[in-house]
């Protein structure tokens, strides 16, 4: 199983420590366009000179902070999609997976719920029809256990995938976010539609981006049934010291 690396919580200059992390074994990077690794004409200098001088397989994680593919506002829900479209259309260089999350139900959308996800379906066949043009696969991520928020199980999230009827889209599995919820046993029981794995632990509770080992994720029994998954994992950490040492975690079990 290859392994990337990725951090939201990094804000300094977001791209030097990216040439430090072959050394530390890790064989890609995931690229978070929020923030300072936003993707634009300065950043996208900054990631064509890491790609010419590293072998670091690059995928992508879509924007998500005010977004919403779910959303009954239709000018935000279209905005959403733009933006996303855009940002699938900056990275069609150098990646060929991107990582999306699905919407969440509005103040208006936990009134009229049916039409919230109607709207997310729609959405998110939008987002994978703008990658399939540009050759990306789509992996539609579950999500962690918040009220409101799509995609939490695996019924719900597979079902969603399903509806989509395209044929770019998969699932990303988030084992931090299983967890969450109770329910990475259920997950890792049906890996058929899993395209690309995120990898952090937590108590089971909240969203913790703790590094592996360090919540109550049974991770051997985790490696085990990912074992003859041949896609890539995703190390997502708050900074490359904790990446690093979820790596070495994961290579001594």
């Known amino acids: 199983m290859e392994l990337s690396f990725s951090s939201l919580a990094l804000v300094n200059n977001p791209f030097d420590w990216a040439y430090d992390l072959e050394e530390l074994g890790f064989t890609g990077w995931e690229v978070v366009s929020e923030g300072k690794q936003q993707l634009n004409n300065d950043t996208l200098s900054e990631i064509k000179n890491i790609i010419e001088t590293t072998d670091l397989v690059l995928t992508l994680h879509l924007p998500f902070s005010d977004l919403n593919l779910a959303s009954l506002n239709h000018p935000i829900w279209k905005e959403t999609i733009r933006q996303m479209s855009k940002c699938l259309e900056r990275a ?4 060929e997976l991107a990582v999306v999350h699905p919407g969440h139900l509005s103040p208006l959308g936990m009134q009229l719920p049916e039409m919230a996800w109607r709207q997310n379906i729609e959405g ?5 029809d ?5 050759g990306i696969q789509i992996g539609v991520e579950n999500m962690v256990n918040m009220q409101f928020i799509f995609g939490k199980q695996p019924g719900e999230v597979l079902g969603m995938i399903e509806s989509l009827e395209r044929e770019n889209v998969g699932l990303t599995l988030d084992i ?3 967890n969450t919820n109770g329910m990475v046993d259920e997950f890792l029981s049906d890996l058929s539609r899993v395209i690309h794995v995120h990898l952090h632990d937590n108590k089971g509770k909240s969203d913790e981006h703790l ?3 360090k919540g109550n994720v049974d991770w051997k029994k ?3 049934s990912l074992d003859g998954y041949k896609g ?7 900074t490359v010291q904790e990446g690093a040492a979820s790596l070495q975690y994961i290579q001594s079990l």
């Open 222 to 224: 985790v490696i085990k």
């Open 92 to 95: 069609s260089d150098f990646v």
């Open 211 to 213: 590094g592996l080992g």
């Open 232 to 238: 890539r994992a995703v190390t997502e950490a708050r």
């Open 176 to 178: 931090g976010h299983a």
């Open 130 to 134: 703008a990658a399939a043009d540009l």
């Open 124 to 128: 998110l066949q939008a987002v994978c």
